[in-house]
């Protein structure tokens, strides 16, 4: 994502760790959001060629969904298509609120918080902009389902049901997005946040379910620095969050074979959602969450 002259300050407000001292989720999910909106509104605009002649530059005011998100993918500049037919495909937020989602190490947030607070700054976001919008929780099966909804009080609905879980519990990807899928009578956006630390090739095709049915998918992996490289690890006492199995190790005597077996894991997810249509995103709980929206937006207007 580019970075333009003028934008670090107001970048640095949305950063996780500067989001978590505000005190209530929906503060926070404010502030990503309009936070966001200031970064579209001081983007640079320079001219364009005739290959935008059908667009126009952005400007202060103009609601993000109207940006041409596969021209920003070119150009790394805002524009708004002059002509924009409006769409009711209704989003959908499913997120894992199994125990491996508590974890966190030395970030200020878990990979909990981090997911809770992307799904209530997307709520936000759509719900201004008169979109609907739905909330899904799940672990071994859908714990909680809010169908999508336009209403500007459905948001109250929503960052209650956030707040008042918690997470533990196993995973079975598989059967949660089954049991949502029985749920889904419309064609709808699903955007799916987990950690996807499960075997790739089932997540894949629980994903692979979803678009059989003609959804579109956006799967949001949401990890732990920490996980990617156990760089910093000291020996310790490790327990699987999920299962409760402990085990004494050094990361220094597997550091290159874990390394190994992460990259693996993620060359699996990422050509096995590129292979059905699914737009595959990897974040990690020090990741500004103005990325999180950008994504979001770019498949939800960019085709």
């Not at 879980?165 to 079975?172: C, D, F, S, V």
């Not at 598989?174 to 089932?202: G, K, Q, W």
């Not at 629980?206 to 690890?233: D, N, Y």
């Not at 959602?273 to 020090?286: M, S």
Request: charged share 25%; net charge neutral; glycine share 4%.
């Amino acid at each position: 994502m580019p970075v333009y002259p003028g934008e670090t300050r107001w970048r640095e407000y949305l950063k996780p760790e500067v989001l978590m001292r505000l005190q209530s989720l929906e503060l926070r999910a404010r502030a990503v959001v309009e936070g966001f909106l200031i970064g579209l509104h001081r983007s640079p605009y320079h001219g364009f060629s005739v290959e935008f002649a059908e667009h126009r530059q952005y400007q202060p005011g103009d609601e993000p969904r109207l940006i041409d998100w596969k021209v920003y993918a070119r150009t790394d500049r805002f524009y708004v298509k002059r002509f924009e037919q409006e769409t009711n495909v209704r989003t959908l937020l499913a997120l894992d609120c199994s125990a491996s989602m508590g974890f966190r190490y030395k970030s200020p947030v878990s990979k909990w918080d981090y997911a809770a607070l992307c799904a209530a700054a997307l709520a936000y976001l759509l719900l201004r902009q008169k979109d609907a919008v739905g909330l899904a929780l799940y672990d071994t099966e859908l714990r909680a389902y809010q169908p999508p909804s336009a209403r500007a009080s459905h948001f109250s609905v929503l960052l209650e049901l956030l707040q008042s879980a918690e997470p533990k519990g196993q995973t079975q990807l598989a059967t949660a997005l089954s049991e949502l899928a029985e749920r889904l009578h419309r064609r709808s956006l699903v955007v799916v946040m987990s950690d996807f630390l499960d075997d790739p090739a089932e997540s894949v095709a629980a994903l692979r379910r979803l678009r059989a049915q003609k959804h579109e998918v956006l799967a949001f992996q949401i990890l732990e620095p920490v996980e990617r490289t156990l760089a910093g690890a000291r020996a310790a006492e490790f327990r699987d969050l999920e299962t409760g199995e402990r085990m004494v190790v050094h990361p220094s005597f597997f550091y290159q074979d874990y390394q190994r077996a992460f990259q693996h894991h993620q060359r699996q997810l990422a050509v096995g959602c590129a292979e059905y249509g699914i737009d595959f995103v990897e974040l990690d709980t020090t990741t500004p969450f103005d990325r999180a929206l950008q994504q979001y937006l770019a498949k939800r207007y960019g085709r």
